[in-house]
């Protein structure tokens, strides 16, 4: 018998003992062996389960059962079988895809709305919306003006029970209390002149700001309140969001002649911030215009590149966090602004002249263009999805957020907001 036969002989019986072994109870969601730790072995027990080679005991079909599933009435995650898909979900935690935590079921109940339509400097609002109340079109469930922002709250990313709101035109970072609606200290200014834009929060203790007017990113320390930093990137900075320890900064090269009354847009970019050491990495070119940026079920980043309103369509360039380069451009077309990807991969993007458009954020198909464009009955300004795969957007010119279907464009519920609504962030 040849060493490479003995050799593929015993890892066919490794692999074989793997899969008829006895399986142990778990007491955590993605530790299916019981181990204390979500490895390569708890996928290949899922896996036993998923196509019938062993029954789990019930701590351990618990355990496996991790892939979240749609419906009003549905879990997060699990819904009593043991699938392909959680084998899946178990494995992107593996390879460092998502993070334990993920696993676990998340309901969310809460729509936070950022109302902006305000006399100029004057202070926006945030409206709090009871999400099961609006879909059961309690007329309880909106708190219109919950509790009070700054001047054009353009941006909010909720961490545990803080909000972190970007003002614009008060030119602050306000970090809110969620359970209580009271700043949890006073507004951190960032500067004259800044326009900051977005924010992100890689969890290392520091927030970093898009900073419109001069081409930086404001590094805030979150434990002292001030800036520590402020880091070169592109032209006119907006949208900011973060992966695998960096942030990606999306640079519009936006520029206006006041003397023509004209707008122009030079390269569009994306800026790679190493948040261990506040440098950038790398500076990757994407398509005109980029503003808006999310991360799909396979933690790629999709970055809208909104284009020029006319005569340049837009688009949606794809990043893997891992190399750090574009893998993938989606002529979209239209106008697209914010994105929402649901856990299995549907994206609605707003778009300020069509409505909502779509795609499958897998396939990277076009699923809704431009011409059949959602309209929701009003200018939508923002779209989110929660957790259960529901979507929702802000009608800025109807003061209210809607639920809806994009599979159909049917609105299946509303509630009234404060003036302006203009950016969501779901808890």
Do not use: W
Request: with cysteine.
């Amino acid at each position: 018998m040849s060493k490479g036969f003995k050799l593929g002989v015993f890892a066919f019986l490794a692999l074989a003992s793997l899969l008829l072994a006895p399986v142990c109870g778990a007491a955590v969601r993605g530790d299916v062996d019981g181990d204390g730790a979500v490895t390569i072995s708890d996928a290949v027990l899922a896996l036993r389960a998923s196509v019938g080679l062993t029954t789990l005991s019930p701590e351990a079909a618990e355990a496996a059962d991790v892939a979240p599933r749609p419906g009003l009435q549905g879990r997060a995650v699990g819904d009593g079988a043991v699938t392909v898909s959680d084998v899946v979900r178990i494995l992107q935690v593996v390879v460092g895809l998502l993070d334990q935590s993920q696993l676990s079921p998340v309901v969310n109940t809460h729509l936070y709305v950022l109302n902006g339509r305000t006399p100029f400097g004057s202070p926006g609002t945030v409206s709090v919306v009871d999400i099961e109340g609006m879909l059961a079109k309690r007329q309880d469930a909106s708190v219109v003006n919950a509790f009070t922002a700054g001047a054009v709250p353009n941006h909010m990313v909720i961490a545990g029970e803080l909000g972190y709101i970007v003002n614009s035109v008060s030119n602050s970072l306000q970090i809110v209390d969620l359970r209580t609606h009271k700043d949890v200290r006073s507004p951190i200014y960032l500067g004259d002149g800044t326009n900051p834009m977005q924010v992100a929060l890689p969890g290392n203790g520091k927030a970093y700001v898009s900073l419109l007017l001069t081409d930086e990113v404001a590094v805030v320390d979150l434990m002292s309140g001030s800036v520590v930093n402020r880091i070169k990137v592109g032209k006119a900075p907006t949208g900011m969001i973060s992966a695998r320890g960096k942030v990606y900064v999306t640079n519009t090269a936006f520029s206006y002649d006041s003397v023509a009354n004209k707008v122009t847009y030079g390269k569009g970019t994306v800026s790679i911030i190493d948040a261990g050491t506040d440098r950038v990495l790398k500076t990757l070119d994407v398509g005109m215009n980029p503003q808006y940026a999310a991360l799909d079920p396979k933690g790629r980043i999709h970055v809208a590149c909104t284009g020029d309103y006319g005569a340049t369509p837009g688009e949606i360039a794809v990043i893997d966090p891992r190399a750090d380069a574009v893998v993938a451009v989606l002529a979209l077309g239209g106008a697209p602004g914010p994105i929402a990807i649901s856990f299995d991969g549907r994206a609605c993007v707003a778009d300020s002249i069509n409505g909502v458009t779509g795609y499958d954020a897998n396939t990277l198909t076009v699923t809704i263009p431009p011409e059949r464009g959602l309209k929701l009955g009003g200018s939508v300004f923002d779209v989110k999805v929660d957790s259960m795969g529901r979507f929702y957007a802000a009608l800025f010119d109807k003061d209210k957020v809607v639920a809806f279907d994009p599979s159909t464009g049917e609105v299946l519920a509303e509630a009234p907001t404060g003036s302006g609504p203009q950016a969501l962030a779901v808890k």
